[in-house]
């Protein structure tokens, strides 16, 4: 069901979105339901992903400092492992 909704919107970034929407043959209702509907799923999908308490209880457990390369790290420990 579609249904149909009123916007207050700067005119200029009417006028983008318009261009916007024209060079990419897509009309300005379908561009701004996709926006939408792309965050919406990202909240809905973040929420489902959970976190078991393990895993949570071993949150910040090492302190690592900023600049530790874990690539570098795990490349020489694969490289001894297998010397």
Do not use: C, W
């Not at 919107?9 to 916007?20: F, G, H, M, P, Q």
């Not at 929407?21 to 926006?35: F, V």
């Amino acid at each position: 069901m579609e249904t149909k909704l009123t916007l207050r919107l700067n005119n200029n970034v009417i006028e983008r979105a318009k261009k916007y929407a024209r060079s990419h043959n897509i009309s300005l209702s379908k561009m701004i339901e996709s926006y939408l509907d792309s965050i919406t799923k990202q909240k809905e999908e973040e929420k489902r992903i959970s976190i078991t308490p393990l895993v949570e209880s071993l949150s910040g457990v090492i302190d690592l400092p900023s600049d530790f390369d874990y690539k570098k790290e795990y490349r020489g420990y694969l490289e001894e492992k297998y010397k």
